[in-house]
């Protein structure tokens, strides 16, 4: 049976029907790459089974690394330093949890946050998330208010510059009106006072905020 072990053809049968027979190999045949992704593709955790030397190497192959850390973001951690540059495999973890971007090293983490696949994926988990992202996404509509939609208070960590845009942008100023409206006037620009969506939105929460209106808008009997 030792000697079966051995052999390269059985063993890649033997994996291939389950992965925890690379329990029982011998310790060079870890080092077949083809055999040890067979297993990955199964149950990542296989790795844990791997001698600590072919482990290091076996972990900066990109499709043991990108196979194991499509099962759980986790295994980003195991990852060997040259993937991180790899922007497939923070995706894969990032699409699980956005917070797998702090398991990278600084230089890494600011590249991918550049990124505008990676910025929006996490920002659609958590409006947080764009607090991290590269400043030029602070100028991008679409991620901000995909931050906004989740919580106004975002707006508050931009620039002044691109808080004046938005506050001015009456989709952005909806969404911040509808979560918490007397807040959110106070801060929208003034030509929005008499858009009637937002003013409708704000009266239902609050009915003394009809006073803001624009005149014209108060004596509409849809708003009133």
């Known amino acids: 049976a030792r000697e079966l072990w051995q052999d390269r053809s059985l063993v890649m049968i033997a994996v291939q029907h389950d992965c925890q027979a690379m329990g029982k190999v011998r310790p060079h045949l870890w ?3 083809d055999i040890v992704l067979e297993a990955v593709k ?4 296989i790795m844990e089974k791997c001698p ?4 290091k190497v076996l972990w900066s ?5 990108i196979n194991a850390v499509r099962q759980d973001w ?15 495999i923070i995706l894969e973890a990032v699409r699980q949890d956005w917070k797998a971007m702090d398991i990278l090293p600084p230089s890494a983490a600011k590249a991918h946050w550049a990124d505008r696949e990676i910025v929006t994926t996490a920002v659609k988990q958590d409006w947080k998330a764009l607090k991290n992202a590269d400043k030029e996404f602070f100028e991008d509509k679409a991620i901000v208010l995909c931050a906004v939609q989740q919580s106004y208070k975002i707006l508050f960590d931009l620039p002044d510059d691109q808080q004046k ?6 989709e ?3 969404c911040a009106v509808q979560q918490d409206a007397p807040k959110a006037l106070r801060k929208a620009d003034k030509s929005l006072l008499g858009v009637k969506d937002i003013m409708l939105a704000a009266v239902k929460q609050q009915g003394s905020l009809l006073q803001l209106a624009d005149e014209a808008l108060r004596g509409d009997p849809t708003i009133v």
Not at 52 to 55: E, S
Not at 61 to 65: F, G, K, L, P, S
Not at 74 to 88: F, I, N, P, R, T
């Open 74 to 88: 986790h295994a980003l951690s195991k990852v060997g330093k040259d993937l991180y540059s790899e922007q497939m």
């Open 165 to 170: 845009r938005y506050w001015a942008d009456p």
């Open 42 to 45: 199964q149950d990542w955790k």
């Open 31 to 33: 080092q077949e790459v």
């Open 172 to 174: 952005m100023v909806l």
């Open 61 to 65: 192959d990109y499709d043991i690394a």
């Open 52 to 55: 600590t030397r072919t482990a």
